[in-house]
């Protein structure tokens, strides 16, 4: 298991509840990412999503891969 992984169950009507101590980590106002990568989700805060999203942009472009096609 990973640091700050959780289990969860989907309720009847394909609902999760994310774990009190996630909650905590995020502001109520706060605005937040929700990723599904492979087989689970990840939830990002948004300046972290952002800023990791535009370095990996920058990345792929210095391989001249456009992340568009």
Request: hydrophobic residues 40%.
């Amino acid at each position: 298991m990973l640091k700050g992984t959780f289990v969860v169950t989907v309720d009847g009507s394909g609902r999760i509840q994310i774990p009190k101590q996630l909650q905590a980590s995020f502001p109520a106002h706060e605005q937040v990412y929700l990723l599904g990568v492979m087989d689970h989700l990840e939830i990002w805060d948004k300046e972290s999503y952002e800023n990791s999203f535009v370095k990996s942009s920058a990345r792929l472009e210095s391989f001249g891969v456009d992340e568009e096609t």
